[in-house]
């Protein structure tokens, strides 16, 4: 068999484009922590309303995420990627313009939509239109893309703070700061859209639905002369079902759903399980229970931003290399330790008396080297490699649905992580919640050794399921 030449140039260039999604996935993720006390104002509502302004756009990650998986199958993956970029810039001007919280709600949600069709359809798209040898390191660029997102969301969020005074202060035009910094998001948003007009629909989608000629026009784009025989690759894969693909695919007599769509679930769910979000979104209470002023916190989050960048680097440089399966067992074997030490150190540290923990010594230390080591690891793994796997591990005939359940699974793990943190700490305090991520991390070794198949190299067609 000869081997297989690739257009790379264009096949990253296709790729680059798909993963502004993931960017703009972070950025609107990351931008709600620099606006909260501007909603407070300006809505004047209580801490339980603000807290569902803030909650509210992972309700609509949820639907998105399940309705994109279905829909992508009937319309295309880019098809329904140009709609989340419609949305995506709706929901930055509206956020933005918002006088109420319902009004608010709305635009967030919908932004959420946004978020949820991005999160399961650009890792797909990237998976179906590159080829089986660096798949997984173009997959893995967007996570990179998701945390530079947060990244520049944290960053825009504090220039314009700083330029305007505080988030409440008037920043240009006679607008407070805190609109401007959703309105900073209709610059990726608008990009992505016209970008998205220039790239191809997935071959394997337009094969689905009986447009061999385009899928053909397609693959010669991505592989030249050797088009045709990928074309029939790709059609003996969904020969044996003779329709188009839809979401009763995914159902087993035996288990319910197909086993491997249990494993993709489960993927999606431990990844949240193991508490990344509680640590992203209430690091600020660790590092100043750690001694640190508050001054120093925006310096923190910062160097836990490069962390988490340089760590996503180093899984995109050996998901080829070494697999998917042996870096999701780094990854679980390094958080079972270093969340392991982080709820020791808190469940012994003594509490002051405004009810803070008081981290002095070499607990503080062990807390903090902890808390990125931990961060380091969850990004040369579970980070990426999720959304690697869940693009690539199904048969083609399944992939939209299999993403649609997975991904429903994996933002209703995070709302419901983000949503009982807070019980958790006033019931098993910070040391029983992280003992309680670590025990996750600890079961997720067990899953992955188990359930969790390698994929390095296998081409799509081949995935069985």
């Known amino acids: 068999m000869h081997e297989v030449k690739h257009k790379t140039g264009f096949i990253i260039l296709i790729t680059l484009v798909a993963t502004i999604g993931g960017f703009l996935f ?6 709600i922590n620099g606006t909260v006390d501007g909603l407070k104002t300006a809505f004047n509502s209580d801490s339980v309303v603000t807290g569902f302004n803030v909650a509210s756009m992972l309700l609509g990650c949820a639907v998105g995420a399940f309705f994109a998986g279905a829909l992508a199958d009937k319309l295309g993956r880019r098809t329904i990627l140009v709609v989340a970029s419609v949305f995506f810039t709706i929901s930055a001007w509206g956020s933005g313009i918002a006088n109420a919280s319902g009004e608010f709600i709305f635009y967030r949600v919908l932004g ?6 991005a999160s399961v359809l650009a ?4 998976s179906e239109v590159t080829p089986a040898k660096f798949r997984g390191t173009l997959s893995s660029v967007q996570q990179i893309a998701i945390i530079s997102g947060l990244f520049f969301a944290f960053l825009s969020n504090y220039s314009i703070a700083k330029f305007a005074g ?6 240009a035009w006679g607008f407070e700061a805190w609109r401007w910094m959703f309105w900073i998001e209709l610059f990726p948003a608008v990009t992505f859209f016209f970008a998205l007009l220039l790239i191809p ?3 394997r989608f337009l094969v689905a639905s009986g447009k061999k000629e385009k899928a053909l026009v397609v693959l010669r784009k991505l592989m030249g002369d050797d088009a045709p025989a990928k074309l029939a690759e790709i059609e003996q894969s969904l020969a044996g079902d003779h329709h188009r693909p839809r979401l009763k695919d995914i159902v087993d007599s035996k288990c319910g759903i197909r086993p491997i769509v249990w494993v993709g679930i489960g993927l999606a769910t431990f990844q949240q399980l193991v508490g990344i979000n509680v640590v992203f979104y209430y690091g600020a209470v660790l590092w100043q229970s750690a001694g640190f002023q508050e001054s120093d916190a925006l310096l923190i989050n910062v160097i836990s931003g490069a962390v988490s960048i340089a760590a996503c680097f180093v899984a995109t440089a050996l998901v080829d290399r070494v697999g998917r399966k042996p870096l999701l067992l780094v990854g679980s074997i390094g958080m079972a330790i270093t969340l392991g030490a982080m709820a020791a150190v808190f469940a012994t540290s003594a509490m002051g008396e405004n009810g803070t923990l008081q981290l002095v010594g070499k607990s503080g230390v062990t807390a903090l080297v902890s808390a990125n080591l931990y961060v380091f690891f969850f990004n040369i793994s579970w980070g990426p490699i999720m959304w690697v796997m869940l693009g690539e591990m199904f048969p083609n005939q399944i992939r939209g649905s299999g993403l649609a359940v997975s991904g429903l699974a994996q933002w209703f793990s995070n709302f419901a992580i983000t949503m009982t943190f807070p019980i958790m700490l006033a019931g098993i ?14 079961i997720s070794i067990f899953f992955i050794v188990k359930f969790v198949h390698e994929t390095k190299g296998i081409e799509l067609e081949e995935m069985k399921g």
Not at 26 to 31: H, P
Not at 166 to 171: G, I, R, W, Y
Not at 430 to 442: E, P, R
Request: with cysteine; glycine share 20%; hydrophobic share 40%.
């Open 123 to 126: 890792p797909a798209y990237i």
């Open 166 to 171: 505080k988030s409440t202060d008037l920043f």
């Open 112 to 117: 959420g939509l946004a978020v949820g069709a």
């Open 201 to 203: 629909e997935s071959p």
């Open 429 to 442: 305090g910070l040391g029983g919640a992280y003992g309680f991520y670590a025990v996750c991390s600890a």
């Open 26 to 31: 972070g950025f609107d993720s990351g931008v």
